[in-house]
Each structure stands twice: as C-alpha cells, then as structure tokens.
C-alpha cells in the first residue's frame, strides 16, 4: 500500500493550498483516512480526519479554516486549507487505516509528508 500525498507549497499568510493524498495498492476497504503535521520541534498532531461513522473532526485551531473531503472512488482524501496562518508552517501526512483482505487486520499506513510553509 502506498499514500501519495501532493500540493504542499510556499504561501503567504492569508492564502490557500489544496493537499491532495491518493491510496494504493491492495486495498480491500479504508476504515478512515486523515491528515497530520509536525512542525520543527513539535510533535505530530492531528489536523482533520473522518471517523468510522462517517463524520469529520478537527482540530480546534483549523475548524472553520481547513476542510476535509475524500472520493472514495479514487481513494483519495483532500485537505482544503483556508486563511493559512504561519503557524500552520508543517509538514503534513495523510494516513489511511485500512483493510488488506477480507480476513486481514486493520493496519495504519502513512503518506511521506508534504511540506506547507506560510509567509507571514
């Protein structure tokens, strides 16, 4: 299984990046998928993600600025980042937790990281 995460970006305070995360491989069905970041000396915390029901959550310091969304089809998650603020400067992950097979384990898999810089 592979994540491919693409759309970071430099851009200043104010502005917008779409983060994009595309899944891959053998794939019986996705749990749920995500985003995280980890800043410079920080440790990595959750931005947005959709639960096992189908709802979303988020972290307080992104809602109403940053919105999750996915096309299952493709089995791909999107990350839409509004009003972008310098300490939103991270690089971010996608996970997946998924399904190999029928019979398999629910196993977590991590995208390489795409690094969002905001000017201030």
């Known amino acids: 299984v592979q994540l491919q995460a693409s759309g970071g970006g430099l851009v200043q305070a104010g502005g917008s990046l779409r983060l994009s995360c595309a899944a891959s491989?053998?794939?019986?069905?996705?749990?749920?998928m995500g985003w995280f970041r980890q800043a410079p000396g920080k440790q990595r915390e959750l931005v947005a993600q959709?639960?096992?029901?189908?709802?979303?959550n988020y972290a307080d310091d992104v809602k109403g600025r940053f919105t999750i969304s996915s096309d299952n089809a493709k089995r791909t998650v999107y990350l839409q980042m509004n009003s972008l603020k310098p300490e939103d400067t991270a690089v971010y992950y996608c996970?997946?937790?998924?399904?190999?097979?029928?019979?398999?384990?629910?196993?977590?898999?991590w995208g390489q990281g795409t690094l969002v810089t905001v000017s201030s």
């Open positions: 996970y997946a937790d998924l399904f190999q097979s029928i019979r398999s384990t629910r196993q977590s898999f």
């Open positions: 959709f639960s096992e029901t189908g709802g979303t």
């Open positions: 491989g053998i794939i019986f069905s996705i749990a749920h």
